[in-house]
């Protein structure tokens, strides 16, 4: 007899998820997923102007602040056929690079890792032989011994406390935890040097936006960064060499211990290589413009279906039809009102509450669908079409990485492999390392085009009389996400966002097709179903972001006061 089991909420993602799963036999035969929030931006923004969506868009979430504002102001550019200035192309993809580098390295250490890391199991690690395990990894400068014996020792002084902060309510033990407790003892102490490493992206995005999160300065037709190289209060030569510093830094965790972590990490767990495969027809989108109008790129985008690389279709520009005319949504499955299956310039965005039922409505989440098919989106959706449109970066990383683990796992580890739990893990790392590069590469165009005396940052958009549609796409750290925006006489009358986690996390469709959640999770193991940690890998693998909300609770646990944003 199945057995369920409900997951209510998922920790450690951004908003609330709840998985239901049926077990047999210790394998998951059904799962649904369902997202226990109404995000509602689409509402608020009727009839406002259309420069201002960027502002409120990115204020749907906490995390993904950068990528909802670069897609709002694309959206508007793209349906008024507004070019934007080369400076203004360089300054957006600087702040998408280095906002994917803070997200991915945060994603991986503070977010999934422990589904994998066993930290009370690092008591028993030889600090000396971590060290030599580390170094045969890289010669990243903090794998020393003293280092480990310190991180050994912070660690003890945790348990005995009792007071395990970030590490509180672990599934320590767990059967499926299976590193040896030097590889724990190392990720631990490159989980706490994460939290450096994150902030120096931060920092670098700070110094071009103003903040983050709820960056400061795009507009629709550029940037506000002033570039003028004498004067102090603008973007000058000294901000400048910062911001390539600290990206630097960046690069050197990412390819010294973030890569070389989930290389080893795969291998030391190839028996999950065989799991989370799910949905393998796979979309990304074309990002970091070469050029003003959206024609040239420096990451390509496409589709792949069935898992085939030779499937590979590109998505060729920001106007592209093949993307444009592909993207619908259903909400058979979700709760808004009605049961159709539209496209997001023809949507409507209506609530309307049923409480769970699994044969019926059973998430506010809405289902993407691609030439009605679901699509896997996220880094490993960008890898594999990058590495299928011959793309020379993705390729060369791709192959360097699967070597690594072939030699660490004893045994020959193909390219079929990314499909799976450890494979999205992989493909968010080597996306990294991608952008890693990409960042010093695109921080020196912008530097020769200053050098070259073009300052321009903004080109002033017209709004005319009648009707404009547009979309705008960015591949966010999550994935392919898009806007889609309807004008009517200067304002807005209808915008609506499918976002990376909607593909992803998106319910049953009018075909009862699963979304990739709900299809990754069917034949995982559950060795303990009272401790779903088998669910928590595959999920957490997506880097789930349903949406923000902010609570405020006293010790108890129970709720001071609840804020309604007009």
Request: glycine share 8%; net charge neutral; with cysteine.
């Amino acid at each position: 007899m199945a057995k369920r089991i409900v997951v209510d909420p998922i920790t450690r993602i951004e908003g609330h998820l709840r998985i239901d799963a049926e077990i047999k036999e210790g394998h998951i035969t059904k799962a649904w997923s369902s997202g226990q929030m109404w995000r509602g931006i689409e509402v608020i923004l009727q009839g406002r102007d259309p420069r201002d969506a960027w502002l409120f868009t990115q204020r749907i979430c906490g995390v993904c602040t950068t990528v909802h504002a670069i897609a709002s102001v694309r959206a508007v550019e793209n349906a008024l056929d507004l070019e934007i200035p080369i400076n203004a192309q360089y300054i957006r993809n600087l702040i998408l690079a280095l906002h994917g580098l803070h997200d991915h390295i945060v994603h991986f250490y503070i977010l999934s890792a422990l589904d994998w890391v066993d930290v009370v199991s690092a008591l028993k690690a030889d600090p000396g032989k971590t060290a030599a395990l580390a170094n045969s990894l890289s010669d990243w400068p903090g794998n020393s011994v003293d280092r480990f014996k310190a991180i050994k020792e912070k660690i003890k002084t945790l348990v005995d406390t009792g007071q395990l902060g970030p590490f509180a309510n672990g599934y320590w033990g767990h059967p499926a935890m299976k590193l040896p407790p030097e590889a724990n003892l190392m990720a631990v102490s490159h989980y706490l040097e994460a939290l450096d490493y994150q902030r120096k992206a931060d920092s670098a995005i700070a110094i071009l936006v103003g903040k983050n999160p709820h960056i400061q300065n795009l507009s629709v037709g550029g940037v506000t960064t002033a570039i003028n190289l004498d004067n102090e209060a603008t973007l000058n030569m000294e901000r400048l060499y910062w911001i390539k510093q600290l990206a630097k830094d960046v690069r050197a965790f990412v390819h010294k211990v973030y890569l070389p972590d989930v290389i080893t990490i795969g291998a030391l767990y190839k028996d999950w290589l065989e799991y989370g495969a799910g949905v393998t027809n796979y979309l990304a989108v074309p990002d970091m413009p070469l050029d003003t109008q959206g024609t040239r790129f420096d990451l390509p985008g496409g589709t792949i279906f069935d898992g085939k690389l030779d499937s590979a279709k590109a998505f060729k520009n920001f106007k592209d039809p093949y993307f444009r005319d592909n993207v619908m949504e259903s909400i058979v499955h979700s709760w808004y009102k009605g049961d159709w299956t539209r496209h997001p310039f023809n949507e409507d965005t209506v609530p309307d509450y049923t409480d769970f039922q699994e044969n019926g409505k059973y998430s506010w989440i809405k289902s993407p669908r691609f030439q009605n098919k679901p699509m896997q989106v996220g880094p490993l959706a960008q890898v594999l079409v990058g590495y299928a449109l011959g793309h020379d970066l993705t390729r060369r990383y791709v192959d360097y990485a699967l070597e690594r683990i072939s030699g660490l796992a004893g045994s020959k580890v193909g390219l079929e492999a990314l499909h799976s739990t450890p494979g999205r893990h992989l493909g968010r790392a080597i996306r990294a390392a991608v952008l890693s590069d990409l960042a010093i590469k695109h921080w020196q165009l912008l530097v020769d085009n200053i050098g070259r005396g073009d300052t321009a940052i903004f080109n002033p958009p017209s709004f005319p009389k009648g009707e404009q549609m547009g979309f705008g796409f960015h591949e966010a750290p999550r994935g392919a996400l898009s806007h889609w925006i309807v004008i009517r006489d200067g304002r807005i009358s209808n915008y609506q966002c499918v976002v990376p986690s909607t593909w992803n996390a998106g319910p049953r469709d009018g075909k009862q097709q699963p979304g990739p959640y709900e299809a990754s999770l069917v034949d995982n193991p559950v060795a303990i179903p009272e401790r779903p940690l088998e669910v928590l890998r595959t999920v957490h693998s997506f880097d789930p972001c349903i949406a923000c909300a902010v609570h405020m609770l006293d010790p108890k646990g129970e709720e001071l006061s609840s804020i309604k944003v007009l």
